[in-house]
T-cell receptor, first 111, second 113 residues
Framework: ELKVEQNPLFLSMQEGKNYTIYCNYSTTSDRLYWYRQDPGKSLESLFVLLSNGAVKQEGRLMASLDTKARLSTLHITAAVHDLSATYFCAVEPDSNYQLIWGAGTKLIIKP | DGGITQSPKYLFRKEGQNVTLSCEQNLNHDAMYWYRQDPGQGLRLIYYSQIVNDFQKGDIAEGYSVSREKKESFPLTVTSAQKNPTAFYLC????????????FGPGTRLTVL
């Protein structure tokens, strides 16, 4: 069974701290996507990771992909309140075309 | 501006009614998708279409139907057979028929009265 596991599922942290969200998957893939969802809103694409070792950065967020370990990380540096949201990873398996979604990580950043 | 539009934003359904959710894209994307999201949960795939006049069931297709008569449009009908349709419905598209990054519309929130 194809699985994508995110952890933690819920994270409450203080502004200014660093933290990492993990996305593990069970199938072979070298394509992984990170999305952000604000409460009551749709999903917004954050990062597209298309090869082993890919690293993308946008502001205080940095995503990386290790296809050998079947692991992607989303690192938050010096968190600010505006980053509070739910973050989803989605894997595109080599075997088919559909994205397999993680359950999401709800991130709350307290001032 | 290119993008995906969904209408209506909010929809209320009475028991036993069929309702249709609209999804239109002007991105010239080949593939389109419908997802359901329950409160505090992740995304579940209802249906997807890779080309016009063709579509496939996703993980939770029972009680739903779709059509793809035009490349730009992928409407979703929630039938009376769907016993618990209250949810947030998201439409997405991707440029490739074979997967790729998906772009999402703003969503439709359906509530059963």
């Amino acid at each position: 069974e194809l699985k994508v596991e995110q952890n933690p599922l819920f994270l409450s942290m203080q502004e200014g701290k660093n933290y990492t969200i993990y996305c593990n998957y069970s199938t072979t893939s070298d394509r992984l996507y990170w999305y952000r969802q604000d409460p009551g809103k749709s999903l917004e694409s954050l990062f597209v990771l298309l090869s082993n070792g890919a690293v993308k950065q946008e502001g205080r967020l940095m995503a990386s992909l290790d296809t050998k370990a079947r692991l992607s990380t989303l690192h938050i540096t010096a968190a600010v309140h505006d980053l509070s949201a739910t973050y989803f990873c989605a894997v595109e398996p080599d075997s088919n075309y559909q994205l397999i979604w993680g359950a999401g990580t709800k991130l709350i950043i307290k001032p | 501006d290119g993008g995906i539009t969904q209408s209506p934003k909010y929809l209320f359904r009475k028991e036993g009614q069929n309702v249709t959710l609209s999804c239109e894209q002007n991105l010239n994307h080949d593939a389109m998708y419908w997802y359901r999201q329950d409160p505090g949960q992740g995304l579940r795939l209802i249906y997807y279409s890779q080309i016009v006049n063709d579509f496939q069931k996703g993980d939770i297709a029972e009680g739903y139907s779709v059509s793809r008569e035009k490349k730009e449009s992928f409407p979703l009908t929630v039938t009376s057979a769907q016993k618990n349709p209250t949810a947030f419905y998201l439409c997405a598209s991707s440029i490739r028929t074979s997967g790729g990054e998906q772009f999402f519309g703003p969503g439709t929130r359906l509530t059963v009265l």
